[in-house]
């Protein structure tokens, strides 16, 4: 069954330090995994995609780790801001005749002062 | 550059009202076209998706249909709205064709908030 989990479900932060969010999946045969970032109450925007050949990405603050034996992802925030304050989203594309997204339900992070 | 619009933001209906949540891409052509529904604790889920004019596939079975008429527009509609679609609805769109293919990256409007009473 295609699933894709995510921990911890919560995370509280204080400003300036850095957090790691994780993803697992049982998604297969494989094509790509996305990490987006979703502020309350708007829509999602993309942070990174990764390919099966790809073990890390980053963007800005942001970098994505993907072990594809274990099928395990990471997202690493430095330094963190306020505005980091969101839900962050693991989403696993299959491939072939599994050609469709499976979104996590999220990491709901927030970052205080 | 390319933008997404998606309207109205919120609305209150109740049940058994018609249901009519607009969305249009501007900036490119020939976009792939989705709705996702978006539901309190779950995640998103895909509702519908397009890849031209006409072309329509749906997810799940619901009350729900959706129409693009023109190129860069994306309607959902229900003609009796139920208490269970309630949620925030999210239009989205992509460059290539499929959901699987590397760079193809999704981009969301804003979502609309439905709260059926």
């Known amino acids: 069954k295609n699933q894709v989990e995510q921990s911890p479900q919560s995370l509280i932060i204080l400003e300036g330090k850095n957090c790691t969010l994780q993803?697992?999946?049982?998604?297969?045969?494989?094509?790509?995994l996305r990490w987006y970032k979703q502020d309350t109450g708007r829509g999602p925007v993309s942070l990174t995609i990764?390919?099966?050949s790809e073990n890390t990405k980053s963007n800005g603050r942001y970098t994505a780790t993907l072990d594809a034996d274990t099928k395990q992802s990471s997202l690493h925030i430095t330094a963190s801001q306020l505005s980091d304050s969101a839900s962050y989203i693991c989403?696993?594309?299959?491939?072939?005749?599994?050609?469709?997204?499976?979104w996590g339900l999220g990491t709901s992070l927030a970052v205080n002062p | 550059s390319q933008t997404i619009h998606q309207w109205p933001a919120t609305l209150v209906q109740p049940v058994g009202s018609p249901l009519s949540l607009e969305c249009t891409v501007e900036g490119t052509s020939n976009p792939n076209l989705y709705w996702y529904r978006q539901a309190a604790g779950r995640g998103l889920q895909l509702l519908f998706y397009s890849v031209g004019i006409g072309q329509i596939s749906s997810e799940v079975p619901q009350n729900l249909s959706a129409s693009r008429p023109q190129d860069r527009q994306f309607i959902l509609s229900s003609k009796k709205l139920l208490l269970s679609d309630s949620g925030f609805y999210l239009c989205a769109w992509s460059r290539l064709a499929g959901t699987a293919q590397t760079g193809n990256t999704i981009y969301f409007g804003e979502g609309s908030w439905l709260t059926v009473v």
């Open positions: 993803c697992n999946y049982t998604v297969s045969p494989f094509s790509n």
């Open positions: 989403v696993v594309s299959g491939a072939g005749n599994n050609r469709k997204l499976i």
């Open positions: 990764m390919t099966f």
